[in-house]
């Protein structure tokens, strides 16, 4: 009993040991356990690593089946809009109000087809979640079914667990290697990751914790709420130096229940207590190659700005001004050739700023001596 004891007390709290948890979705079970008072340490918030381009924002391009309908019809409706083949093929859906699997797969397939697939240098990839394993089933047999009348260059993948009885025929089952063609669930991570596949079709898999850079789109079938709703859309979030973007097509889900989930991990404090310096420093490489500002423009700023107070004059303002304006209408210009472009770059000055802000009372930058 007294041995028994000891390892009772060997897994306890030991004030020689410290635990730390690393989440982009902590619990409330797991503040309980690795927070303090219920509250977490540190806070490096979603909004933040989006600013600072670690992630993507995937709410960015999120869209309902119902607003895709309405863009696509003013879209037919433009005389402006290119009537291609797959402009025509995506027209369709006008007249198209998908309630069941056929319906959606066409859609959905259409959409990657005509605007997914040359992304991300030709290698994007699109993600299908679905409500149920027996559905994922359908869903598959939909897909190639699909893609094989159309003779599309498109290969799926499915993932379930266990064997899934189809609710038809009582002796017909079905198993994700079989479906996949011998493919084992181990091996499915890196097939999916070549160039052969495509779209990989899901139920209560790969939802969390699945990193794949090159998961560009996602089609969601299956409602959504809370932690779930930001862990599988977060699949989308990587990033890949070819990959600009990402998007999601809703076909059930509210779009403000959506923003609310995100709303508890997307908004907090914009600066971490504690921040990498170096990262400081990447910031200011990227802001000084953008060609917004030049060096010999903001020595000659300087040169006025930091004057002692006995040198200084009335004309200093102006002084400063006509050293910042030729910046000013760089940025200008940029803003009209890409305004995404000069807003992420206006971003990245205001993340520089918080960084050097902080960091500038903690240690001693060779700017500073």
Known sequence: MEELFYKMAGRSKQANLSFFAFTATPKHKTLSIFGRDGKPAHLYTMRQAIEEEF???????????????????????????????????????????PHNIAQKTEVMVEHFHAMTQHKIGGRAKAMVV????????????SFDRYI?????????????SGTVQDDKLTD??????????????????EKFATQEYHVLLVAEKYQTGF?????????????????????????????????EDTFVLDFVNNPDEIREAFKTYYEGAEMGEESDPSLMYQIKSKLDASGIYLAEEMERFCEVYFKPKQ????????????????????????QKEDEDEAEMWRKKIRTFRNLYAFLSQIILTKTQT
């Not at 089952?173 to 091996?187: L, P």
């Open 55 to 97: 992630i993507l924002d995937v709410l960015k391009y999120y869209t309902t089946y119902t607003t895709y309908f309405k863009l696509l019809k003013k879209c037919d409706e433009d005389p402006n809009v290119e009537r291609k083949k797959a402009a025509k093929a995506l027209a369709r859906f006008l007249n198209l109000h």
């Open 130 to 141: 679905t409500r149920s394993r027996l559905e994922a089933v359908r869903y598959k047999q």
């Open 148 to 160: 094989q009348e159309k003779g599309y260059p498109i290969k799926s993948l499915v993932s379930f």
């Open 172 to 189: 017909l089952t079905y198993t994700e290697e079989g479906m996949n063609h011998g493919i084992r669930e181990k091996e499915l991570p």
């Open 211 to 243: 990193d794949q850079p090159l998961l560009h789109t996602m089609y969601v079938d299956k409602r959504l709420a809370g932690i779930q709703a930001v862990q599988t859309l977060s699949r989308l979030n990587r990033i890949h130096p070819l990959k």
């Open 311 to 334: 040198r200084q004059s009335a004309t200093d303002h102006q002084a400063m001004n006509a050293a910042l304006d030729p910046a000013v209408l760089r940025f200008s210009a940029r």
